[in-house]
């Protein structure tokens, strides 16, 4: 029906830099809010950053000024950009959208992807 596929995860040294990537495709009528959540080990899932349909977006406190998340409308597609990452950023990061499937009466739906895990270690 919809798939969320996430890409750019993987092993970097503190500091460093990584991009991820989330591509919505099925059978999407309007896509609301996207946004990236992680998991660490032990630990719940929690918000890293979400995005509205229009651009506006909400961070957690501990990515404040080094994550950005940006989206492409016309691609359906999500980022999170991680700069000056630190080991405690490693984890199963998540993409989640709102989505309004095709399918009548055009509800609103709740989506995840696989996950894609970032480590973060010198």
């Known amino acids: 029906q919809v798939q969320l596929v996430e890409s750019g995860g993987g092993l970097v040294q503190p500091g460093g830099s990584l991009r991820l990537s989330c591509a919505a495709s099925g059978s999407i009528f309007k896509i609301n809010a996207m946004g990236w959540y992680q998991q660490a080990p032990g630990k719940e899932r929690e918000l890293v950053a979400t995005i509205t349909s229009g651009g506006s977006t909400n961070y957690a406190d501990s990515v404040k000024g080094r994550f950005t998340i940006s989206r492409d409308n016309r691609r359906n597609t999500v980022y999170l950009q991680m700069n000056s990452l630190k080991p405690e950023d490693t984890a199963v990061y998540y993409c989640?959208?709102?989505?309004?499937?095709?399918?009548?009466?055009?509800?609103?739906?709740?989506?995840w992807g696989q996950g894609t895990q970032v480590t973060v270690s010198s």
């Open positions: 989640n959208a709102a989505i309004v499937i095709t399918t009548p009466p055009l509800q609103e739906h709740d989506f």
